[in-house]
């Protein structure tokens, strides 16, 4: 295969600096993920339930803000959204190093820096999913979402690798320095992206209520769109009960340092860039509906291997579910986005990407207080067994749908959602 067809539309210029965008922002989140429980666990030494607290607010901004983020982005420039909520999460970060200098830093910090930098990241990812369609083509959305899917699990595997030493040599307030450097360094790169998008022509005086609900009623009226986002509203509750006990377990568990925990949770970036090499090929061989349920169906059973595990040894073993969990989600997330994507006017994409955003994600917050509540009641292993049971059976609602058989989207189905 020659260099030119490898790089297929990496050569785009304007591609390639939404590509480095994403992989500098994706590297500061990353650190985000590791360091702010970590700021709570070790530098507040706070408890369970207020891990599972701050894990809920750090992910309430889409409950809050979920739908009416999608009818303010479809009026506006999606670049412009992107850049300026870049910018301003950098600014926000660096609250955390500044205070906890001063010596004022609390978990109420803690808490009103995540729901702020949780509010902005919706309107974000928002206008990133958005905004694709119109940078690259709808025939090139696979390739795409694919190739922005590898370089995301890329900084998966570096972040946390990152992160461990800086948490360990600069504690994690100071790590997050680097994130706030992440995120600023992506708004200046998409700053460069030559592409303008027209600005939204709006049919009358705009009404937000007409709007959301014209969003709602094209998303929840599809049988195949409202499958998938009722599948990821399970797979994210669960999955976040999860991760909020997963920290603990290792850390007071297993007895993990944080440079271990980096690397255990870099084996899962490489399990997320292995799944975004496949995707694009798994997908046409297996179809881009049937990969989506039978991608948990095969990955989400191996994170039992976590809750069984001891210190030593068999905790790298354990890494393994982790690692296809990983595999299995960009998979399953590549033909979804692909999917919904394509599916969607122009128009209606900033209110098909909130309106999903709103049902899949808004359960997230409660399932960081369900993590909480079950780690504080059971402990973190058996809340580690109910998050595994979960996921798996998120499979079901696509299971359930005409996607169980859809190799590929109809055109006519596409034709008549368009309307």
């Given at each position: 295969m020659?260099k030119?067809?490898?790089l297929?539309i990496?050569?785009?210029?304007?591609f390639g600096r939404?590509?480095a965008?994403?992989?500098?922002?994706q590297l500061g989140d990353?650190?985000?993920?590791?360091?702010l429980?970590?700021?709570a666990i070790a530098?507040?030494?706070?408890?369970?339930?207020?891990?599972?607290?701050l894990t809920?607010?750090?992910?309430a901004?889409?409950?809050?803000?979920?739908?009416?983020?999608?009818a303010?982005?479809?009026r506006?420039r999606?670049?412009?959204?992107?850049?300026?909520?870049?910018?301003?999460?950098?600014?926000?970060l660096?609250a955390i190093p500044?205070?906890w200098?001063a010596g004022?830093l609390?978990?109420?910090?803690?808490?009103a820096v995540?729901?702020?930098?949780?509010l902005?990241?919706?309107?974000f990812?928002?206008?990133?999913v958005?905004?694709?369609?119109?940078?690259?083509g709808?025939?090139n959305?696979v390739?795409?979402?694919s190739k922005l899917?590898?370089?995301?699990?890329?900084?998966?595997?570096s972040?946390p690798?990152?992160?461990?030493?800086?948490?360990g040599w600069?504690?994690a307030p100071?790590?997050?320095?680097a994130?706030?450097v992440?995120m600023?360094?992506?708004g200046?790169?998409?700053?460069?992206?030559?592409?303008?998008e027209?600005?939204p022509?709006l049919?009358g005086?705009?009404?937000m209520r007409?709007?959301i609900?014209e969003?709602?009623?094209?998303?929840l009226g599809s049988p195949?769109l409202r499958?998938?986002?009722?599948g990821?509203?399970?797979?994210n509750?669960?999955?976040?009960?999860?991760?909020?006990?997963l920290l603990?377990?290792?850390?007071?568990?297993?007895?993990?340092q944080?440079?271990?925990?980096g690397l255990l949770?870099?084996?899962?970036g490489?399990?997320?860039?292995?799944?975004a090499?496949?995707a694009t090929?798994?997908s046409k061989?297996?179809?881009?509906g049937?990969v989506?349920?039978?991608a948990p169906l095969?990955t989400?059973?191996?994170t039992?291997?976590?809750?069984?595990?001891?210190?030593?040894?068999s905790v790298?073993?354990?890494?393994?579910?982790?690692?296809?969990?990983?595999l299995?989600?960009?998979?399953r997330?590549?033909?979804?986005?692909?999917?919904?994507?394509?599916?969607t006017p122009?128009r209606?994409?900033g209110?098909?990407s909130a309106?999903s955003?709103f049902v899949s994600w808004?359960?997230?917050?409660?399932g960081?207080?369900?993590?909480?509540?079950?780690?504080?009641v059971?402990?973190?292993?058996?809340?580690l067994?109910?998050g595994a049971t979960?996921m798996?059976?998120?499979?079901?609602?696509?299971?359930?749908?005409?996607?169980r058989?859809?190799?590929t989207?109809?055109?006519e189905?596409?034709?008549e959602?368009?309307c």
């Open positions: 020659s030119t067809s490898r297929g990496l050569r785009d210029p304007d939404l590509f965008a994403t992989a500098l922002g990353r650190i985000i993920f590791l360091a429980p970590l700021v530098a507040l030494n706070t408890d369970e339930f207020q891990v599972g607290l809920a607010t750090t992910t901004g889409s409950l809050l803000v979920g739908l009416p983020a999608g303010w982005v479809d506006m999606k670049r412009s959204v992107m850049i300026s909520t870049d910018l301003v999460r950098a600014l926000i660096l500044v205070v200098w004022f609390t978990i109420w910090w803690l808490y995540a729901l702020t930098h949780g902005l990241t919706v309107f990812d928002i206008a990133y958005s905004y694709l369609p119109h940078l690259v709808r025939d959305l390739e795409g979402n899917s590898a370089i995301r699990s890329v900084t998966s595997i972040g690798a990152v992160a461990g030493p800086l948490v600069l504690g100071v790590a997050l320095l994130s706030s992440g600023a360094a992506s200046l790169l998409a700053i460069g992206i030559r592409k303008r027209r600005k022509e049919s005086h705009p009404k007409r709007d609900k969003g709602l009623k094209f998303v195949a499958a998938i986002i009722l990821d509203a399970i797979f509750l669960f999955l976040v009960m999860y991760q909020t006990m603990f377990f290792l850390e007071r568990e297993i007895g993990l944080s440079f271990g925990i949770l870099s084996g899962m490489c399990g997320a860039l292995l799944g090499l496949l090929t798994v061989r297996v179809g881009q049937p989506i349920w039978l095969v989400c059973p191996l039992v291997l976590m809750p069984m595990a001891r210190p030593g040894w790298y073993v354990a890494a393994v579910g982790l690692a296809a969990l990983s299995g989600g960009v998979v997330v590549v033909a979804q986005s692909s999917f919904q994507q394509a599916l122009d209606l994409l209110r098909m309106t955003r808004g359960g997230i917050p409660l960081g207080l369900l993590g909480g509540v079950s780690g504080s059971f402990g973190a292993a058996p809340t067994w109910i979960g798996t059976l998120s499979l079901l609602p696509n299971f359930l749908s005409p996607l058989t859809m190799r989207m109809p055109a189905e596409g034709a959602l368009a």
